[in-house]
């Protein structure tokens, strides 16, 4: 059963950091792209990021590039996401997924953050 | 970027009748590798994170029931969920896999009149 568990949400500060971890099982986590989507509580999804299975080729939403680094440790089956300058808008819950095709098949249950001072 | 749309924002249908979603691409979504559309749809119900229930614009996941059904073809795509079921109320979104950034339509809440 393919289990998508993501971890690190918390309240953080304006201009602050934070680093989201996403622990994959129940699949050959290497061999797929994965992906990291936001949603705002009472909100829409928004796509934020991505990652080959080598995590060597990534791509962001204009609103994080630059600020939003998406990572990978195959041999611990887990994605990451680090945060940096933080804002009030990035403030939602975070969830990581696995790609098929530009869809996203398999969805962890988030993980929130907030900022805010 | 590609915009999508989706209309109407939401919809209220009795027990056992017809529920359709339109969802609008700004520009064609079409895979030249298989000539099929890249447009998934999602359900998402209240707290949990959003399922799958079709890509390539019609192809239903495993597990999903055939009430479900996608159509389209150019930039106009429908989900038609033929009986609505109580277990059905929920946020469902189009997506475009495209090219990235990847888009999601702004969601239609579907509910029970």
């Known amino acids: 059963e393919v289990q998508l568990v993501e971890s690190g949400g918390d309240l953080v500060q304006p201009g602050g950091s934070l680093r989201l971890s996403c622990a994959a099982s129940g699949f050959t986590f290497s061999q797929w792209w994965m992906h990291w989507v936001r949603q705002v509580p009472g909100k829409g999804l928004v796509w934020v990021s991505r990652i080959n299975p080598a995590g060597i080729t990534t791509n962001y939403a204009d609103s994080v590039k630059g600020r939003f680094a998406v990572f990978r440790d195959n041999t611990k089956n887990t994605l990451y996401l680090q945060m940096n300058s933080l804002r009030a808008e990035d403030t939602a819950v975070y969830y990581c997924?696995?790609?098929?095709?530009?869809?996203?098949?398999?969805w962890g249950q988030g993980t929130l953050v907030t900022v805010s001072s | 970027d590609i915009v999508m749309t989706q209309s109407p924002d939401s919809l209220a249908v009795s027990l056992g009748e017809r529920a359709t979603i339109d969802c609008k691409s700004s520009q064609s979504i079409l895979h030249s590798s298989n000539n099929k559309h890249s447009l998934a749809w999602y359900q998402q119900k209240p707290g949990q994170p959003p399922k799958l229930l079709i890509s390539w614009a019609s192809t239903r996941e495993s597990g999903v029931p055939d009430r479900f059904s996608g159509s389209g073809s150019g930039t106009d795509f429908t989900l038609t969920i033929s009986s609505l079921q109580a277990e059905d109320v929920a946020v469902y979104y189009c997506?475009?896999?495209?090219?990235?950034?990847?888009?999601f339509g702004p969601g239609t809440k579907v509910d029970v009149k």
């Open positions: 997924g696995r790609d098929n095709w530009g869809t996203v098949d398999f």
């Open positions: 997506q475009q896999c495209y090219t990235t950034p990847l888009t």
